[in-house]
């Protein structure tokens, strides 16, 4: 079985590459999507459109820009893995679950026991809630096996 993943959420940190080692690790035929990762890049991902004065309408055009790329691989996955990390507060990933949740796409959570109620609704949404990602791939391994 081949399957589609989405990685979204968090940037500042190496979880999604611990998960493609793992996939390649075990073999398992996964193809994976993420948004662009880095984050001046994704800030500025609107300046082509033209300046702008206002730092709120810098984010609103480059924040579109990024929503086409988004939306694109949420549609294409199979499944995505939504990561929160402790540090920040990542609503663009609390809004790429919901987004999920209106395609009914399945998505695993990923994050620490400490955010467990400020994401209830997001995890009363999804299929799975990780701590770790060796927990991920322990599950795309069982969700693949034949």
């Known amino acids: 079985m081949s399957y589609t993943v989405y990685l979204s ?3 500042h940190s190496q979880w999604r ?3 493609k080692q793992g996939i390649q690790v075990l073999g398992l035929d996964i ?3 993420s948004p662009v990762t880095d984050h001046d890049a994704s800030d500025a991902a609107g300046d082509v459109l033209g300046e702008e004065a206002d730092n709120f309408w810098r984010d609103h055009k480059s ?9 694109h691989m949420i549609d294409r996955a199979d499944l995505a893995v939504i990561r929160f ?5 990542q609503w663009n990933a ?3 679950a919901g987004y999920c949740a209106a395609l009914r796409t399945p998505y695993i959570t990923l994050h620490s026991d400490e955010l467990i109620h400020p994401l209830k609704e997001v ?5 799975a ?7 991920v791939i322990s599950l795309l391994q069982y969700i693949l096996q034949d």
Do not use: C, H, P
Request: glycine share 6%.
């Open 63 to 71: 924040s579109k820009v990024n929503l086409i790329r988004t939306q």
């Open 31 to 33: 193809l994976v999507l």
């Open 9 to 11: 959420g968090e940037i």
């Open 17 to 19: 590459e611990e998960i």
């Open 85 to 89: 990390g402790d540090k920040y507060r």
């Open 94 to 96: 609390a809004f790429d």
């Open 123 to 127: 995890d009363a949404s999804a299929m």
């Open 129 to 135: 809630w990780a701590q770790t990602t060796d927990q």
